[in-house]
């Protein structure tokens, strides 16, 4: 190709980048790496100069990740890729924070594992599997650590297995402020009200809860996002005496782990 060409072939590249832009400002920015094959990003900024919206990344011109940010805070979704286009990972940000599930993938698209965060920390249960969809292993986190682990075989068989079917470490929320704090026992307490327990919960396993609390028997006790939740548990003043008792099943209704926790706090 001739050097006159080249350039007549360049300038109508360019006008029609500048005819792009001027019909949607965003995609320039993506025609642009695709003919230039740069590595950018591509940003979006608020009247303050913050940045906000949708922010996309390009390695060689292929979208490498996609994420977004509310005044100048990462907020929402953020999607990584792999270079063929397939997603690597998936997980979601609140105010600059990790927060709820993340997934992660082969490039094959299969599930390498799922997990999910609270306040930017690990927290619940993290599974992991093969780039063919079998389970390796489980690991149940609390808010300060590991507290259940359990691993697999090829045929789904359990290898390995420690810890407890729920966490010593029960939980409440300080009301006054967004701190987490911990019950130990004969400890006494001011701004608390809910009461948490961390649960694990394994593949083929079924975790089982009884709950008592003066002696008084909690009923419907549910399992969300690895929590029991107990609502104004710690609503009045006073000595409460907690009881945990807790079972894992497998699917014939065998108890394969068994823990007991008995507690005594004060509220002031």
């Not at 292929?62 to 997980?91: C, H, P």
Request: contains cysteine.
């Amino acid at each position: 190709m001739s050097n006159r060409l080249k350039i007549t072939t360049l300038l109508f590249s360019v006008l029609l980048l500048l005819i792009f832009a001027s019909l949607e400002r965003e995609k320039i920015y993506a025609g642009y790496i695709k003919l230039l094959k740069k590595t950018t990003i591509v940003k979006q900024y608020n009247n303050k100069g913050q940045l906000n919206g949708e922010i996309i990344g390009y390695i060689d011109g292929n979208i490498d990740v996609s994420t977004n940010f509310v005044n100048g805070l990462r907020d929402g979704l953020t999607t990584e890729y792999y270079k063929n286009g397939q997603v690597e990972n998936q997980s979601f940000f609140r105010h600059n924070k990790r927060e709820g599930e993340e997934v992660e993938y082969y490039e094959n698209g299969k599930l390498n594992y799922k997990r999910t965060w609270k306040n930017n920390k690990g927290y619940g249960s993290i599974y992991h599997y093969t780039n063919d969809s079998k389970i390796v292993n489980y690991d149940g986190l609390d808010i300060v650590n590991l507290f259940f682990y359990m691993e697999y075989d090829a045929t789904g068989k359990t290898t390995k297995a420690f810890g407890h079917c729920f966490s010593s470490n029960i939980f409440s929320y300080d009301l006054n402020g967004d701190s987490t704090i911990i019950l130990s026992n004969n400890k006494a307490y001011q701004n608390i009200a809910d009461l948490n327990i961390t649960i694990a919960t394994p593949p083929n396993l079924i975790p089982q809860i009884n709950l008592l609390i003066n002696d008084k028997p909690i009923p419907d006790i549910k399992i969300k996002d690895n929590t029991i939740n107990v609502k104004d548990a710690f609503f009045d003043k006073g000595i409460y005496n907690i009881k945990i008792t807790g079972d894992l099943m497998n699917k014939n209704r065998r108890i394969v782990r068994a823990d007991t926790l008995n507690l005594t706090i004060t509220k002031n």
